[in-house]
Each structure stands twice: as structure tokens, then as C-alpha cells.
């Protein structure tokens, strides 16, 4: 632990309750990444960047300033924390303004080891290595793999310092690496493009070079011959990327600022049930060795674990101190924020929790049906919940993946797709801070022909 920067921190929140504030809040944050790309066996881009600042957030008679800077000479803090107060009597009042209170603080709770000395004392070495595996490995796969358009390796370092005049003293540190490969297929004249990658906190949690590139190959490849088909409504089986995607999408719309706004579908739903008893989603800070796992939040308040929906029943939406304060409830300890911003609401791990059922009975079970591996575009309205997605993937015969299929969309309305989910598979993965099993609703809108 850096104590010349928790000492800063300090510094500062002491300097402006000193010159009028009445609280104060500094956000250090200190990192570095290094990353490698290669093509056709050559480095394309290596590179290693440090980064450090600091944001200030003062409140001065319910008006807010903010100010942030990457420059740590003491002859230049003293007139940044200056310039945070001038901006704060400038702004308008709001009552509304303020810290976490203290009903919203507390002890952080131990969500263990977040940092991997393997992972901060990795050489150039390593990335270069890395890729270049990859970029073999992908080629290797099948002749059919023409091009390997993108293969990545890389890691990332750092430390984050939180105090306030609130009694608030933060500190985290955390690692993370990631392998990326991207990988083009051709066969009678037509081109199918693919991509895979991991990342995690920890080296040895890490897929190896040889499956992510393996496995962008193998998609790539067993989407020659796509088709589209023709427009029906059938059952439709996400694989766990997709389904990650879907349940990434519905975090907007437990975001308590756009529920309070009303510009959520979920807005008024609280209490009610929303998906069938097997569906239950988390966001959860304290998932162990989790990339967004964190003691505290962008505010210092507590991580916690959760639960969105709940065995089908919407449970919660997600706060930061203000929003919360508008809609007269708590902070959820979801403040996402780096030092140049304000805090803003954000989710930490979020996941749909597993079943029981593999993968390949929820294929099984469906007659003729569509099993989506990837997609195009945003695809949802989070005001009215409407949902609209081009898709590739699989046709579903009797229970078995048959030919691929291309330039479909999917569609359906958000609640609606929530209450078809009729099979969620025990496959849960995690590439990134979402993650989900495979799922399966039992019928949506497949537009093609």
C-alpha cells in the first residue's frame, strides 16, 4: 500500500473543510497497462502507459464543486483545491447534494485477494509470446482460417485511495490480464469473421493462449455456409455470451436514476414478479477474485451482494448516494466512477445464477428452434422494454445444432422475453464483469425470409 498517496488524500480533504468546505471527498487513482498486438507474425503494437489523479468533490452551503487533476506538486494542489471550492460557489444549490450519511457507511467487508504479483511483474515477454501463440494456434485450427485479424494479450495494475470528510479511509488494489484473438474464415467465396477472449484477475485463472484462439477459430469456421431462414416464431437458446449480453442490457434498466425518471421498463414494478421462479440476478461486489470486485464504492460506501431479481420477483434497483436520496431510499454501494468523473450509478459483478440442466438439454429439448452466438447492434429500448437484435448462430433440428444461420433478427419485448425464459443451463461463465449460463426462452420472433 502507497501511504504517500492515502496521505494525500487526507491532505486534501483536510485543506478544503479548512478553506470552507463543508464536506470534502478526494479519489486517487494510480495505474498502469501494457498491452501487445501482432499480425502475420510481427509486433504491430506494443505499448506501456502510467497513469495518476485525483478528483475533488466539495459541498459548500448544498452547492457542489468538482475538480480533478494528474499533477501532485504541492505548489499545484493547493490552488487545485481552490478551484473546487470557487466552482462550488458558482453552482446552484441543492438540497438533495451531499456525501454517503451515515446510515450508508460502514466497515468494508472482506472480499479477499484482488491483486496477483504474477500478473504485476509480467514481462513485455510474456504478451509478445502470448499473441504470437494465438495468432499461430488460430491459423493451425483449419485451413479454412484465412485471416487472423486480431490477437491481444495484455494486463493491467491498479490502486485506488478514498478519503472524506466523513471519516471514510479507502484503499483497494487490483490486477487483471486478457487474451483476445480475432479470426476470419473463408470458404466458396463467402467470409465469416469470429472473435473469443478471457480476462480475469489472475494468471492462473486465465484460459491459455492456444483455447481462446481455438476457440475464435472454431466459430468462425462453423459459420461457413450461413444462411438466413424464413421469419417464424420458435424457441430460441442464447448461448453464455449472448445470455451475458442479455442481462448486461437489463442493468440499465435497474439504474435508480432512469427508474426515478421514469425512463425504465421496470419503473413501478418493484415487488412484482417479472420472470418465472428460476430466474435470479445479482450484482455482486464481493464475487471472490471478481474483476469488478471492491471493498468499497465509488463513494466509499460497503459493497454488498444484490439480489436484482429474485426467484422471478424484482427486488431492487441500484443507487449511488444523490439518486438514492431523490428517491428516498439507501445507496446500494453502486457509485462507478474513475478520478476524472463524478460518481454514477454502475453495477459491479452481474449474473443471471445457474441451473441445474447442461447446455445440451436445453438444445435437446427444442424441436426446431435457433441457437444465437452472436449479435449485432444495442438492440433494446430500456423505456419500453422493446427488443431488436440481428443475430447469427445455429438452426435447432430435433434436438441437435445443424446448419448455421445468418442476418436474422431477434425480437420481442424485455418482460415478455424475462417471462419465456423456460430452461436456464449450470454453465455459468464469466468473461468480464457479466456473466450467465446458457439460456433458453420458449418462443420469440425470428425475422429472416
Known sequence: MSTGYERLAKKLVARATKLGAKQAEAFVQVGREASCR???????????????GVGLRVYVKNRLGFAWTSDFEPSSLDAFVTRALQLAEAAAPNPLNGLPGEHELGAFPDVGALYDAEVASLSPDWKITAALEMEKAARAFDPKVKTVESVE??????????????????????????????????????????????????????????????????????????????????????????????????AGAVNGDAVYKKASFLAGKLGQRIAPPSVTVVDDGLLPRGLATSPFDGEGVPTRRSPLVEQGVLKTFLYDAFTARKAKARSTGNASRGYRSLPGIGTHNLYLEPGTVTPEALVKGVSHGFYVTSMLGHGANLVTGDYSRGANGLWIENGELTRPVQEVTVAGNLLEMLSRIDGIGADLTFRGSVGAPTIRFSELTVSGE
Not at 499480425?39 to 502510467?50: P, V
Not at 491498479?158 to 483476445?180: C, D, I, K, P, R
Open 38 to 52: 501482432v499480425r502475420d507474425g510481427e509486433i504491430e503494437h506494443l505499448s506501456q502507459s502510467t497513469s495518476k
Open 153 to 250: 494479450a495484455g494486463e493491467s495494475v491498479g490502486e485506488v485511495f478514498l478519503a472524506s470528510s466523513a471519516g471514510v479511509s479507502g484503499y483497494s488494489q487490483g490486477t487483471s490480464v486478457y487474451l483476445y484473438t480475432g479470426a476470419v474464415a473463408e470458404a466458396a467465396g463467402q467470409l465469416q469473421n469470429s472473435w473469443w477472449y478471457d480476462a480475469r484477475r489472475f494468471l492462473a485463472d486465465l484460459e491459455s493462449p492456444e483455447a481462446v484462439a481455438t476457440e475464435a477459430a472454431r466459430r468462425a469456421v462453423r459459420m461457413l455456409g450461413a444462411k438466413k431462414v424464413k421469419s417464424q416464431r420458435v424457441p430460441v437458446v442464447f448461448d453464455p455470451m449472448m445470455a451475458a449480453s442479455f442481462i448486461g442490457g437489463i
